[in-house]
């Protein structure tokens, strides 16, 4: 489906582009789009190499457990049909550390592995269990104390303060998560009750 919304917005772009008399600019963004588009691609697969080489040290080290133990308390109401020292629940722990530091590059090989452990551990291949549903939410909407990835643009950009922005981005964050985890949570209470 969202193949056809992409193909469609490109469609539409180049016929307003054509009758507006603005081909030229469309031909230059298209060349720019693609160089920067590579770009990209090789700063994040740096990253993504990083992160994932940092979360084969810290499963090896031990460091997950400590964050399981850590969030426990607080994904245990989330997740009660996840068992806290399985390595879904450690991973689920080390994506949401990131994404309270701000880095959702680095929150992306966490979350992916938490996922595929959290597909095994489904009895339904077609369909997302309550625990994928919950933690996608959670991945989506994340906390974030301190919004390192957004500070360091801000400062590419020459902001003198990047981080004044630092309590909107709580507020906005931690209303996002809430509004987000109650929206799943009824819906998945819901879900039960139809059974």
Known sequence: MLNYVW????????????????TEDLSKALVDSGASS????????????????????????????????IFSPLLRPLFPNL????????SISMNISANLLGL???????????????????????????????FVVMNTASLQLLPT???????SYGSSAPFEIIVPVWISSACALA???????????VKRKER
């Not at 979350?111 to 549903?133: F, P, R, V, Y």
């Not at 990835?149 to 400062?155: E, H, I, K, V």
């Open 7 to 22: 193909s469609g917005l490109v469609i539409i772009s180049i016929i307003c582009s054509v009758f507006l008399g603005n």
């Open 38 to 69: 590579i770009e990209l691609i090789i700063t994040m697969a740096g990253i993504i190499c990083l992160w994932t080489g940092i979360m084969k040290i810290a499963v090896e080290s031990g460091l997950t457990s400590v964050f399981a133990k």
């Open 83 to 90: 068992d806290k020292n399985s390595d879904a629940y450690k």
């Open 104 to 134: 959702g590059n680095a929150a992306t090989p966490f979350g992916l592995k938490a996922m595929e452990q959290l597909h095994t551990l489904n009895n339904k291949c077609d369909t997302a269990s309550n625990e994928m549903i919950i």
């Open 149 to 155: 990835t957004l500070a360091s643009l801000r400062q």
């Open 179 to 189: 509004a987000a985890l109650i929206c799943a949570c009824t819906l998945n209470c």
